[in-house]
């Protein structure tokens, strides 16, 4: 059974930072391109971030370039978002995912304060 379980999110004050993980089980980690979205309330659920299998390659929204950072250890079958320069925002609950097929962890509230 495939399972993604994101943990890390929290209530963080704008300018601070926080790094979200993923632990996956049930599939080949290391096969897999992940990603990371978020959805706001009221907005549609957008892509952040994704890396290649062997993180080697990375693509960010625009929004984000220049502050969030995705990563991965395939040894630990655990994908990361280190999350700086936090900004309102920012706010929305952020979602691990596989790729292609996609398939969705249950998400973790990320919650920035003015």
């Known amino acids: 059974q495939a399972q993604l379980v994101e943990s890390g999110g929290g209530l963080v004050q704008a300018g601070g930072s926080l790094r979200l993980s993923c632990a996956a089980s049930?599939?080949?980690?290391?096969?897999?391109?992940m990603a990371w979205y978020r959805q706001a309330p009221g907005k549609e659920r957008e892509l952040v971030a994704c890396i290649s299998r062997g993180g080697d390659s990375t693509n960010y929204a625009d929004s984000v370039k220049g502050r969030f950072t995705i990563s991965r250890d395939n040894a630990k079958n655990t994908l990361y978002l280190q999350m700086n320069s936090l900004k309102s925002e920012d706010t929305a609950i952020y979602y691990c995912?596989?790729?292609?097929?996609?398939?969705w962890g249950q998400g973790t509230q990320v919650t920035v304060s003015s």
């Open positions: 049930g599939i080949i980690f290391s096969a897999n391109t």
């Open positions: 995912a596989t790729y292609f097929p996609r398939t």
